[in-house]
C-alpha cells in the first residue's frame, strides 16, 4: 500500500499548487478589471451602481479616464477577458471557485464591451443588447397574444370606458396617504427583515437609511454603501400603493438588493478577497441576478396569500385604508403580471424609432393597463436605462425557476436563495 501513497501525495501537492498559481493570477486580473470598470465608471455617469473598494484604485480611476478613450478602454477590456478565459475550460460549467470567479469575469467584460460600443454611438437592437449586457436571450412577444389575458382582467373590474381607466380608479383607493407613508414602509421592510433573517444569517451590523425622493426614473433604488449599510430610496412622484410596501420593503432590502450587496461583501470580499466583487457594474449580468433575486424574494418571502393576509392585518389598518377590497385587489396583481412580457416588446420598438413615443404609451396603457402618467414614466425609464427593463420579469422568473427546482420545501427554496446570493452566480448558472 505504501508505494501507492507516495504518488498520491505527489499528485495532491501538484494539484495544490497549480490551484494556487490560477488564484494568485486571477487576483492580479482582478485588480486590472477593478480598474477597468472604475475608469469607464469615470466615462459614464451610473455605470457604476456601487463601489466599496481601496480609494487609490479610484483615484487612478479619475486619472485614466483623462488619458484613455473609449477605443482604449474596449481593448483592454478584450485583453483582460483573454486572460480570464484561460482559466476557463472547455465550456462546461466547472464547480471549482477558480473557474466560477473566471467565468464570472468573462461574462462582466463581454458585457463592458457592449456597454462601450453603445458609448461610441454603436446602435445595437434589443435583444442583442440585452444578451450582451446582461447575458441572456430575449424573446419578445407579439402584443396580441395578451389579449385573453386582458378579457380575464376586464372580468374583474366591469364597468364602462378603458380598462386601464377602470383598474387605476380601482387601484387609487389603496393609495398610501403620504402622512402614513414612513410607518407602513417601516413595518413592511421590517415584516421583510424578520422572515428573511430566520432563513438567511447576514451581518450582525448591516443596517440602511430610507429616504423619499422625487423627480426618478425608477420607483425605489438601493444605494449600497459599504460596510454592509444602504441607503434606500423610495420615489413619491406618483402615489404609493399599499402592495409596493412590501415589494419595495423585499426588493430594495430584503432578501432583495441590501442583503444580496450584504452577503457579496462579506461571503466574496471580505471571506475570499476576491476584490473584483467590491465594484458593481450597472450593465452587466450582476444585474439580472440581482433584479431577478430581489423581485422573487417578494414571493419567497411571502409565500401563498401570506402578503395579502400581512396587508389586511397590519398595513391597511396603519394607512387607515379599507381592506375589504383587497383579496380582488391581490388577484389583479397576480394577473396582470403575465402582461409583463408586453414591456420587452414596447420598449424594443420604442427604442429603435418603430413607433414614437405617443404610440409606446398607448401601447403600455392597453397591454400593461397602467394610467398616462405610469406609462410616461415607463418610458422615462426605457429612455435611461434601455434593455435593463428585461432584468426584473425575465430575471424574477429565471430565478424562480431555478431556487423552485429545490423542491416545494420554503427551508430548502431559502437555502438555494442564500446560495444564489452568496456566490459568483451568473444567468447561466439558473
Known amino acids: 500500500m505504501q508505494k501507492y501513497l507516495l504518488p498520491l501525495v505527489g499528485l495532491l501537492a501538484v494539484g495544490c499548487a497549480q490551484e494556487s498559481d490560477s488564484s494568485a493570477a486571477l487576483d492580479e486580473i482582478a485588480q486590472d478589471y477593478l480598474l477597468l470598470q472604475l475608469t469607464i465608471g469615470e466615462t459614464e455617469a451610473g455605470y457604476i451602481d456601487a463601489y466599496y473598494g481601496p480609494e487609490d484604485v479610484q483615484q487612478r480611476a479619475v486619472a485614466e479616464a483623462q488619458e484613455q478613450t473609449l477605443t482604449d478602454l474596449s481593448r483592454r477590456s478584450e485583453e483582460l477577458s483573454q486572460r480570464a478565459q484561460e482559466f476557463v475550460d472547455d465550456g462546461s460549467e466547472g464547480d471549482s471557485d477558480n473557474e466560477r470567479r473566471a467565468r464570472f469575469l468573462v461574462a462582466q467584460l463581454t458585457a463592458a464591451r457592449t456597454r ?41 373590474v366591469p364597468g364602462e370606458g378603458p380598462l386601464w381607466r377602470r383598474l387605476d380608479n380601482f387601484d387609487s383607493q389603496f393609495n398610501i396617504p403620504s402622512e402614513r407613508l414612513g410607518s407602513v414602509m417601516d413595518a413592511a421592510i421590517a415584516e421583510c427583515k424578520r422572515r428573511t433573517i430566520a432563513h438567511i444569517g447576514l451581518p450582525d451590523d448591516e443596517s440602511f437609511t430610507l429616504e ?78 440581482a433584479e431577478g433575486s430581489a423581485n422573487y424574494g417578494i414571493d419567497l418571502a411571502f409565500p401563498g396569500d401570506e402578503q395579502l393576509d400581512f396587508e389586511t392585518k397590519v398595513l391597511a389598518p396603519l394607512a387607515g385604508l379599507p381592506a375589504e377590497k383587497l383579496e380582488t385587489y391581490a388577484k389583479l396583481r397576480a394577473a396582470r403580471r403575465a402582461l409583463g412580457p408586453a414591456l420587452y416588446t414596447i420598449s424594443a420598438s420604442y427604442l429603435a424609432d418603430e413607433i414614437d413615443a405617443e404610440t409606446a404609451k398607448l401601447q403600455l396603457q392597453k397591454y400593461l393597463l397602467v394610467s398616462p402618467e405610469r406609462a410616461q414614466q415607463s418610458l422615462r425609464f426605457s429612455d435611461t436605462y434601455r434593455s435593463y427593463v428585461i432584468n426584473y420579469g425575465l430575471g424574477r422568473d429565471m430565478v424562480q425557476a431555478s431556487v423552485e427546482s429545490a423542491g416545494p420545501d420554503q427551508d430548502a427554496r431559502w437555502e438555494r436563495m442564500e446560495k444564489l446570493l452568496s456566490e459568483p452566480t451568473l444567468p447561466t448558472d439558473l
Open 116 to 156: 462601450l460600443r453603445m458609448m461610441q454611438g454603436e446602435e445595437i437592437p434589443f435583444v442583442e443588447e440585452a444578451k450582451g449586457l446582461f447575458g441572456v436571450n430575449v424573446e419578445l412577444i407579439d402584443l396580441e397574444t395578451l389579449d385573453p389575458v386582458i378579457v380575464e382582467i376586464d372580468a374583474l
Open 212 to 289: 423619499f425622493v422625487t423627480d426618478k426614473p425608477w420607483g425605489g433604488y438601493n444605494y449600497y454603501q459599504g460596510g454592509y449599510r444602504s441607503k434606500i430610496e423610495i420615489n413619491t412622484d406618483l402615489p404609493i400603493r399599499l402592495n409596493r410596501a412590501v415589494d419595495l420593503g423585499c426588493h430594495e432590502g430584503y432578501p432583495g438588493h441590501h442583503a444580496f450587496n450584504a452577503l457579496h461583501k462579506k461571503n466574496l470580499v471580505d471571506d475570499k478577497g476576491w476584490i473584483e466583487f467590491s465594484v458593481y457594474p450597472l450593465y452587466s449580468p450582476q444585474s439580472l441576478i
